[in-house]
């Protein structure tokens, strides 16, 4: 397996891991832009759009059975918010050429390319210059339709209501879905001049991730951004851990919901980022405090107490934040708060037990080992590096996991402090969900 980074211009590159491992290859294109609250729905949307259909490909269906003269290659798209950055990526998963059949000469890998460039520069316009525009309400609809929906799994909204409270009034807080309000707000005309801004202001990071030759995918690529202004781009590295005052107040808020279980969500601040030397001793911290069904929030909190239907803690590496979420009975609430407490001051006073930690070591260490078991998995992890402004392989980091001590596990869980408490209270007659 050997891995090449290949830079075209100041915000277009190409990192290219050649494997034989694989018989589906991987591309992806990484578009990096600065969270923007009024920006970032708006390109998602513009997004959603433009992958319903092109000038060339002028519909999901169009497109689809082009994907399927290419031996049956998929492309799909997310946004998702890393720090203070939104990333909107496209990804094809293709079957490298090898496996053609005998007669065939079709580049694949190049072929599903041109199809995501068509997708791109040559979106479908009507006289005006304009997408689509059943395309763009039928997608506003979804969207609005996705938010709301949120609500119903009350697991992952009462995550993200905390989330939200603890980083509001930072870049880190902002949303890349918007609010419905904003949503609805959107016109056809923002959304179609956004392409422009898209292609131009964007940071491009292209994975391959296969066995096939890149030469001819990088060039194809290289060659279309070549045309527009797009000049130097840093968006990566910088990141910022969220640091709270001695004297700023307890975040807390209770909202009611008409359900039974209640929603206990802790976040507190840590001060470590990704790119702190303290990375991995705060990545052992979570795993024994609340990272697995053997962590001391899982046993003690859920299995000696009853307390509570699911305990977990969850390290966010971009921002040095530690994130709880616990299901219980709303009566269970204070009790259940002070054990999370109680476990964490027991970290902080080093109580960890030379198990916990070899455990630990053993999962994380594990975790780094399989990233070579998809192509997915090798981009998340040298993606997420890129980000940070890290240069590290996986042998690396499991290294400096091996080598962290329980001094050094003590001392990042003492930098752990509380920030905000959010409780979604369940006042209804919903049954309670084992999680």
Same mark, same amino acid.
């Given at each position: ?16 891991? *050649? ?16 969270? =923007? ?11 959603? +759009? ?10 999901? +269906? ?30 094809? &998963?293709?079957?490298? *050429?090898?496996?053609?059949? #005998?007669?065939?000469?079709? =580049? ?11 997708? /791109?520069? *040559?979106?479908?316009?009507?006289? *005006? ?54 949503? &609805?707000?959107?016109? /056809? ?25 890149? =030469? ?19 968006? +990566? ?15 807390? +808020? ?75 009975? #709303? ?23 030379? &198990? ?35 240069? &590290? ?43």
């Amino acid at each position: 397996m050997t891995e090449k980074i290949i830079k075209k211009d100041g915000a277009l590159r190409f990192h290219v891991i *050649n494997t034989d491992k694989f018989k589906m290859s991987r591309l992806s294109f990484n578009f990096i832009l600065p969270a =923007d609250k009024e920006r970032s729905p708006l390109t998602r949307i513009m997004l959603a +759009v433009m992958m319903r259909g092109c000038e060339k490909y002028p519909s999901i +269906v169009s497109i689809n059975k082009r994907l399927d003269e290419l031996y049956g290659a998929t492309v799909s798209w997310r946004a998702v918010s890393v720090g203070e950055r939104h990333i909107f990526r496209i990804s094809c &998963e293709i079957l490298s *050429n090898k496996y053609r059949l #005998p007669d065939d000469k079709t =580049d694949i890998l190049c072929e599903v390319a041109k199809v995501i460039l068509e997708i /791109l520069f *040559n979106p479908r316009l009507d006289k *005006n210059k304009l997408l689509s525009r059943p395309n763009f309400e039928s997608e506003k609809k979804l969207a609005i339709d996705a938010i709301k929906a949120k609500i119903n799994d009350q697991k992952a909204y009462s995550a993200e209501r905390c989330r939200r409270i603890m980083l509001e009034g930072s870049p880190a807080g902002i949303s890349a879905e918007g609010s419905v309000e904003q949503i &609805e707000g959107f016109t /056809l005309e923002q959304v179609s001049e956004n392409i422009e801004y898209f292609l131009n202001n964007s940071a491009l990071e292209c994975y391959y991730i296969g066995s096939d030759d890149a =030469d001819g995918v990088i060039s194809l690529v290289s060659d279309a951004f070549s045309k527009l202004k797009r000049g130097e781009k840093d968006f +990566v590295g910088g990141e910022k851990p969220l640091i709270r005052g001695e004297d700023e107040p307890l975040r807390s +808020v209770t909202e009611r919901m008409n359900v039974s279980q209640g929603r206990l969500n802790i976040g507190y601040t840590c001060g470590v980022i990704m790119s702190d030397a303290d990375y991995p001793a705060m990545s052992l911290f979570n795993e024994i405090f609340g990272g697995s069904s053997v962590a001391k929030l899982f046993i003690n909190v859920r299995e000696k107490q009853s307390l509570c239907y699911y305990c977990y803690s969850s390290y966010h590496s971009a921002t040095g934040t530690v994130m709880i979420g616990c299901g219980i009975k #709303p009566e269970n609430r204070e009790k259940a708060f002070a054990e999370i407490e109680k476990q964490l001051l027991a970290m902080q006073s080093g109580e960890i037990t030379d &198990e916990e930690i070899k455990t630990a070591k053993r999962t994380v260490i594990s975790g780094a080992r399989q990233i070579y078991d998809s192509p997915s998995a090798l981009e998340a992890f040298g993606f997420r590096r890129i980000l940070a402004g890290v240069s &590290e392989t996986s042998a690396e980091l499991m290294e400096k996991i091996e080598g962290v001590s329980k001094e050094k596990i003590v001392k990042v869980a003492q930098k752990v402090r509380l920030d905000t408490v959010y409780f979604l209270y369940g006042d209804g007659e919903e049954e309670f969900d084992d999680e």
